[in-house]
């Protein structure tokens, strides 16, 4: 499982893939690139032996619907895809990839609508967004039967362990100061 370390690196720039290759970091969020790159990016992390989930709704060119998955998933080849529609992590399923389902957690609503879609499609995980939200991890974790990541606007280390303390099976940041800094403490 993919879930193997508490740290993810969302990689959002490409010059941070030669970063995150410098961690121990085993899974990495890609939400950078385009339709005629994206094989390469997942090729290349992929050589290192690191896990590797293309935000579909970041990557140019690919389309959010059963043939753009059927594309990602027999061409592209990466171990999952992360989304915030229902319909792209069911589709997915379907083509055996792994799934994280993105949840903002930005109104009572949106959580409410939000959990009963995740608990209809059940995703291999969930990311709640954004990480610096620490009783609504607790709060989620008690709700659902499936791994919570969480992620988002986390500026430094101290809110991270707070996340994996209230229950975040993992946090994943964009920010490689801290990658550095999880690995230099010996957070893993």
Sequence with gaps: MFLQDQFIAAIKQPKHMELFLQTKWRTALLQTGTISVIKRYVELLKAHD???????????????????????????QPHGIVSTKSTLIQLAKKEKLWTIQRLF???TDAVENGLQAVQQV???????????VPHMVEHLVKQIKIPVITGGLIQNRDQMVEALQKGAQAVSTGNPLLWKIAEKEGLQ
């Design 105 to 107: 957690l930005v109104d």
């Design 122 to 132: 059940m995703p291999d995980a969930l990311e709640i967004m954004p990480g610096i």
């Design 50 to 76: 690191r896990y590797v989930f293309v935000h579909i709704e970041k990557i140019p060119g690919i389309s959010y619907d059963k043939e753009g998955l059927q594309f990602l998933s027999k061409f592209v």
